[in-house]
């Protein structure tokens, strides 16, 4: 099933309590998505993120990024939040389009090989 979301309206900031860094920022979405349309975004929004120099204090925990139908961003500090802008529309623009395409159930490797690679964890 497609799934398509956009931005409705200005991102609102909140509090956060004291002893915490930034704020909490909601950015409010055309509907509420589903799981799936939700971890493409905060994976791609991770991996957009990675190694960006402005984003000391954001947290982005996969299975609360999206909350309803808003996006909510934790730890978000003044100096940053501008640089923000680009990488979370692209994650948007990512969503809509891997939530277009069939889920690849195809595996990189067999179950004994996933195996092999875990018990060598505690060897």
């Known amino acids: 099933?497609?799934?398509h979301y956009e931005i409705t309206s200005q991102p609102r900031?909140?509090?956060?309590?004291?002893?915490?860094v930034g704020v909490r920022v909601r950015v409010p979405l055309s509907g509420r998505p589903s799981r799936r349309w939700s971890h493409a975004f905060g994976g791609h929004l991770a991996t957009e993120l990675t190694g960006h120099g402005g984003v000391g204090h954001l947290r982005i925990n996969l299975d609360q990024i999206v909350q309803t139908d808003q996006i909510v961003l934790e730890g978000v500090e003044p100096g940053e939040a501008s640089a923000l802008a680009e990488p979370l529309r692209r994650s948007i623009d990512a969503a809509n389009h891997a939530a277009k395409a069939e889920p690849n159930l195809t595996r990189n490797v067999t179950q004994r090989e996933a195996n092999a690679v875990a018990a060598q964890i505690l060897d």
């Open 1 to 3: 099933m497609s799934e």
């Open 13 to 20: 900031g909140e509090p956060l309590p004291a002893g915490c």
